[in-house]
């Protein structure tokens, strides 16, 4: 029997690759959205007022969760704020509330997208998934984040959360907006620079969740990102290499930064050592480990 798998945020830069790509390997696939379109497979909810369409869940042996509020667009105001985590923790309540209406369903996992803000700033400190919750808002997010996703225990599901890094591509995501600057010859790094920035390929990424939904031993926490973080200063000089610009040594002063995205510098500054060594030992291979390697293929 073909497997089905229900993705939320399908539209989004991982969303749709994973669609394309699990719909290649023959799996069938529903989405949640916000709004009807003409695709059969697509379902509507509205997270806000509590409503979801019961049969996104029909035959489906796994979901894949990667809603929510794009954390860095906006300026950081309390409404915004409360958008952001609230995208995230009411839509994978609303999910369970419908997987327990639907009564005898036949799903098994819940993989959620989370991000390695979980940490907080934690400058050259290696971080393991035993690491512990840190400080700020995407730390307060994330945890929030996370403790919903858990709930999923209670209906005996498998668990696995993704803590997602700087997912790495031409197509959307923060590459763009790292690599503007460069384009326009003023590439340097921001603050410091020795910020550690956790990457990873999105084609990895993808991979990733397709291995979490193929492997029944893969549960828990996972830190999603390249074995090799890179420093703000590396990432932009590698950056500048591969598209043929100039690197300035002149950093772009912590304060300029703070200026301009005022509360959301959190999300730019935090330094996120993170390990993947856990996913290693559950055998996922990388098919890029080296920064340079995964801009050299992204912009060939």
């Not at 796994?62 to 839509?91: F, Y």
């Not at 009564?103 to 997208?113: E, L």
């Not at 668990?159 to 326009?184: D, E, F, H, M, N």
Request: charged fraction near 25%; charge should be positive; proline fraction near 4%.
């Amino acid at each position: 029997m073909v497997k089905k798998i229900l993705i939320t945020g399908a539209s989004g830069l991982v969303g749709t690759e994973l669609k394309k790509h699990l719909i290649t390997k023959g799996y069938k696939v529903n989405t949640l959205s916000r709004k009807k379109t003409n695709d059969p497979n697509n379902y509507v909810w509205d997270i806000f007022k509590g409503q979801i369409d019961y049969n996104c869940l029909t035959d489906v042996d796994s979901v894949v969760h990667l809603a929510g509020e794009p954390v860095a667009d906006k300026k950081w105001t309390a409404e915004q704020k409360k958008l952001i985590i609230d995208s995230r923790v009411k839509s994978t309540e609303l999910l369970y509330k419908a997987i327990k209406a639907s009564g005898n369903h036949n799903i098994k996992s819940f993989i959620s997208a989370s991000a390695v803000g979980y940490y907080g700033d934690c400058g050259d400190e290696i971080l393991t998934e035993e690491s512990p919750n840190g400080f700020g808002f995407l730390a307060k997010c994330c945890k929030l984040w996370e403790n919903a996703v858990d709930q999923g225990k209670k209906l005996s599901l498998r668990i696995v959360k993704l803590r997602t890094g700087i997912v790495i591509s031409k197509r959307g995501g923060a590459l763009p907006q790292l690599a503007l600057p460069v384009k326009l010859f003023v590439g340097s790094a921001i603050g410091s620079g020795k910020q550690w920035v956790p990457w990873l390929h999105h084609e990895d990424m993808v991979e990733m969740y397709i291995d979490a939904i193929e492997n029944p031993k893969i549960e828990g926490n996972y830190n999603a990102c390249a074995p090799f973080p890179v420093t703000n200063s590396a990432l932009t000089k590698a950056i500048a290499k591969q598209l043929h610009r100039p690197f300035w040594p002149i950093k772009v002063p912590k304060r300029v930064v703070e200026l301009l995205l005022e509360e959301r510098v959190e999300a730019v500054l935090m330094s996120n050592n993170c390990s993947a060594q856990k996913l290693l030992d559950a055998g996922f291979k990388f098919k890029f480990t080296r920064i340079e390697d995964a801009l050299k293929d992204i912009y060939k």
